[in-house]
């Protein structure tokens, strides 16, 4: 009989290894085939043209972050949610669409039946606060762009490798629909129209500025940039688009490259007194609301909702002064540390036209 014991020895719990589970939930979305794509895609028209001119000639991504944990999370509730339009609704998923230059995935299909027209879905996934930005102001360009020529290409042909309808015919789509869901709660909120095509002619134009580009850099940044767009925050060609490279290490924004020339900045201080003075009218409009409403319970009110939250006793916090006093009275220098610099106040006025 063996001797050995380490056979018999229990395993410590303390010394197993546990897979790092957003390492290889990030691996796993860079290997995905979209991923890859160098097509432009439904997805891409009308968001930035430059990030879509990246995108077309093959630029290599300079930032693919490790922390897109709530992207991740998202895409992984899209494909439960394919998944049951499919099993439970008889939707047609992930129907790979092309016109040769414009490559792209509709979420799901439903083909016309009776008196129902045949409509295609696109699924969003979204933050609480995003929502509730699409109940107030409905879907922004770049998602009507999306799904509407998602119906364009079945309409005209586009359908590719498909197991149960036929390929390369025009297919019906008179109704689009967006469906957002909310990541944290699981709140739905589905816009549908019919299908415009004025809205189609608008995305193919957009799409072909971007496809007569001959370099990313001949077109525009649409957006605002790191620090003022979360879609900017986001992409994956920042670094490169906004020369964060060359930035020096003194706090300056990345914006500061918009402004090159006398033209540029005087155009900034333009909209920078135009936005101050709507900013000041309405910060008072604000003000005096706010002091109306002090004394208002929390409710429902015609479209508005109010709440309440905070107004509960802090914990007590040191009190420097008197910590000054007391090492005062006692002959103790007091303990100094480096102030660092006060933070830059910009002051713009208008200068009066002479006369």
């Keep these: 009989m063996s001797t050995d014991r380490s056979a018999n020895m229990p395993i410590g719990a303390s010394t197993a290894p546990v897979p790092d589970l957003w390492k290889g939930a990030h691996r ?15 997805s891409s028209i009308g968001l930035c043209r ?16 490790d922390n897109m944990h709530a992207a991740i999370l998202g895409t992984w509730l899209h494909e439960g949610i ?27 299909y439903w083909t016309p039946s009776g008196q129902v027209p045949g409509v295609v879905e696109d699924v969003k ?5 995003a929502l509730d930005l699409v109940v107030r102001q409905g879907p922004r360009r770049h998602e009507l762009f999306q799904v509407h020529l998602y119906a364009h290409l079945l309409r005209t ?19 689009v629909r ?14 549908q129209q019919a299908y415009d095509e004025d809205v189609t002619r608008q995305a193919l134009a957009w799409a072909e500025d971007v496809l007569d580009s001959q370099e990313p850099e001949a077109m525009p940044r649409d957006l605002d940039g790191p620090g003022l767009s979360v879609i900017c925050d ?8 906004w020369q964060l490279d060359s930035l020096a290490d003194d706090g300056r924004a990345p914006q500061t490259i918009l402004a090159e020339d006398t033209a540029a900045i005087t155009e900034a201080l333009s909209a920078y007194a135009d936005a101050a003075e709507i900013e000041s009218a309405a910060k008072k409009r604000k003000a005096k609301a706010r002091k109306m409403l002090d004394a208002a319970d929390a409710g429902t009110y015609g479209a508005f ?16 002064e008197a910590m000054i006093r007391v090492l005062e009275g006692l002959g103790v220098d007091i303990p100094m540390r480096s102030g660092g610099r006060t933070s830059r106040t910009i002051g713009v006025s208008r200068v009066p036209e002479a006369g």
């Design 305 to 320: 909702r109010l709440s309440w939250s905070g107004g509960n006793p802090r914990p007590p916090e040191p009190d420097a």
């Design 82 to 108: 394919l998944r049951v339009l499919a099993e439970q609704y008889g939707a047609h998923t992930e129907l790979e669409l092309t016109d040769g230059v414009i490559l792209g995935h509709a979420d799901a």
């Design 28 to 42: 796993d979305d860079r290997s995905r085939p979209r991923s890859r794509q160098r097509l432009l895609g439904p």
């Design 178 to 191: 967006i469906r957002y869901v909310g990541r944290e709660y699981g709140q739905v909120v589905v816009h």
């Design 234 to 241: 986001n992409c994956p060609f920042r670094s490169t688009c």
């Design 125 to 129: 996934t979204k933050s609480t606060r």
């Design 157 to 175: 042909g586009g359908l590719t490798n498909h197991p149960h309808l036929p390929t390369g015919k025009p297919l019906e789509a008179d109704v």
């Design 50 to 65: 430059r990030r879509a001119a990246y995108e077309l000639h093959g630029t290599w991504p300079t930032d693919l972050d």
